[in-house]
Nanobody
Framework: QAQLVESGGGSVQPGGSLTLSCRAS????????MAWYRQAPGKQREWVAI??????HYADFVRGRFIGSRDDAENTVYLQMNSLESEDTAVYYC????????WGQGTQVTVSS
């Protein structure tokens, strides 16, 4: 069964850091592209980063603060989030380029003083 499981979210103060993880089932882990998205309350889901086997691209609003990485042996992608801002508060999801219609439950990130 295709599955994505995100973890690592939590509550932090502005300026803090968190590292998210997303483990995918082997059937949908894309060795070409895995992506992170987020959805803030009352807003549409938006793309955050895409991690390929060669490079990582970021949305402008996280570039320089977030770092994406992957462990293909573990079918896992990571999102290291630094210098967090209140605007980063959202549920974060990962997504597979091989199975773009499959979503996990997400992990909640709350940035608040």
């Amino acid at each position: 069964q295709a599955q994505l499981v995100e973890s690592g979210g939590g509550s932090v103060q502005p300026g803090g850091s968190l590292t998210l993880s997303c483990r995918a089932s082997r059937s949908i882990f894309s060795e070409s592209a895995m992506a992170w998205y987020r959805q803030a309350p009352g807003k549409q889901r938006e793309w955050v980063a895409i991690i390929t086997d060669r490079t990582t691209h970021y949305a402008d609003f996280v570039r320089g603060r977030f770092i994406g990485s992957r462990d293909d042996a573990e079918n896992t992608v990571y999102l290291q989030m630094n210098s967090l801002e209140s605007e980063d508060t959202a549920v974060y999801y990962c997504n597979s380029g091989a199975e773009p219609n499959t979503w996990g439950q997400g992990t909640q990130v709350t940035v608040s003083s």
